[in-house]
């Protein structure tokens, strides 16, 4: 079993509509989770950070960790064109452990 | 604002040459990554240092080394390149342990080994 596993998509939806992406994950040490955003011929970006279990909302970004079910989601509402791009879920345990771990990505297309 | 900078956006390289990948960070930052890209095996660690001139091997070092002479500076080395290492790679920096500080990444080098 992957370390961290991400639907790669694509994923297609109209704009203005609800966007789910998600990430599972086999290791319960994993305390610190993360979301990161790639636009096309860019380096990743630094959506949304939560430690733990719970939500974690930035305007239109929900961040959910579940780490019962080892799931982590990432809603976006009233989705916008500027929106496409790939989306990365990242995960570390913390302390010294100095590694992140991250998911495949998920390619995410809003068409206007 | 945090800034990480490759020198090179674009690189074409023929098999067995000597390159050299250079990463600049203004933050100030201890640790340094190097990362490459490929599509369906996502991001893939190559070598970390934590200081200068100190380094340790990520998940797939082979064929690659690293140089950290100067707290910003971060070189990844492919020693004799191959058409296997043609990716996208991926230079980011952080100030702190991986669970109290994100990555900060660069805009990447693609670089194609012909």
């Known amino acids: 079993q992957k370390e961290v596993e991400q639907d790669p998509g694509p994923l297609s939806v109209p704009e203005g509509a609800i966007v789910s992406l998600n990430c599972t994950y086999s290791n319960s040490a994993f305390q610190y989770f993360m979301w990161y955003r790639q636009y096309s011929r860019k380096g990743p970006e630094l959506l949304m950070y939560?430690?733990?279990?719970g939500n974690k909302e930035d305007g239109r970004f929900t961040a959910q960790v579940d780490k019962s079910s080892k799931y982590i989601s990432l809603f976006i509402r009233d989705s916008q064109p500027s929106d496409s791009a790939t989306y990365l879920c990242?995960?570390?345990?913390?302390?010294?452990?100095?590694?992140?771990?991250f998911g495949k990505g998920t390619l995410l297309t809003v068409n206007p | 604002d945090v800034k990480v900078t490759q020198s090179s956006r674009y690189l074409v390289k023929r098999t067995g040459e000597k390159v050299f990948l250079e990463c600049v960070q203004d933050?100030?930052?201890?640790?340094m990554f190097w990362y490459r890209q490929d599509p369906g095996l996502g991001l893939r660690l190559i070598y970390f240092s934590y200081d200068v001139k100190m380094k340790e091997k990520g998940d797939i070092p082979e064929g690659y080394s690293v140089s950290r002479e100067k707290k910003e500076r971060f070189s990844l080395i492919l020693e004799s390149a191959s058409t296997n290492q043609t990716s996208m790679y991926l230079c980011a920096s952080r100030g702190g342990w991986a669970g109290d500080s994100p990555l900060h990444f660069g805009n990447g080098t693609r670089l194609t080994v012909t």
């Open positions: 933050m100030d930052h201890e640790n």
């Open positions: 990242a995960m570390s345990q913390g302390g010294s452990n100095y590694k992140l771990t």
């Open positions: 939560t430690y733990s279990s």
